[in-house]
């Protein structure tokens, strides 16, 4: 099990950058394929990025695909998010998650949640 803390969510205008961080304390960071999920009141939770537990791979889901940056740095226990060109479509709560070894799409694979940090975007 980790434990999670997100942190630099904000309120920026369309078309700025945001840098999400996720911290994880526990057991080996660098055993856990990480993933990013984004939820609006109201609706599904839904995918955002995600990478392996060596970050030799990553995955985006289509409408952040060229916009949005997943990273890590297994020495700080840390995976990023970095989020460009914002819209206020991305407006919501976003969570990293993680999970043991392989890396997946899916937020039902996922074991350990952080509580979230959210990210509002003016128009």
């Known amino acids: 099990q980790v434990q999670l803390v997100e942190s630099g969510g904000g309120l920026v205008q369309a078309g700025g950058s945001l840098r999400l961080s996720c911290t994880a304390s526990?057991?080996?960071?660098?055993?856990?394929?990480m993933g990013w999920f984004r939820q609006v009141p109201g609706k599904r939770r839904e995918f955002v990025a995600a990478i392996s537990e060596r970050g030799d791979l990553t995955y985006y889901a289509d409408d952040v695909k060229g916009r949005f940056t997943i990273s890590r740095d297994n020495a700080r226990n840390t995976v990023y998010l970095q989020m460009s060109s914002l819209k206020p479509e991305d407006t919501a709560g976003y969570s990293c998650?993680?999970?043991?070894?392989?890396?997946?799409?899916?937020?039902?694979?996922?074991?350990?949640w952080g509580r979230g940090t959210q990210v509002t975007v003016s128009s």
């Open positions: 998650a993680a999970r043991f070894m392989d890396v997946s799409l899916w937020d039902h694979d996922y074991t350990d």
């Open positions: 526990g057991r080996t960071f660098s055993s856990y394929a």
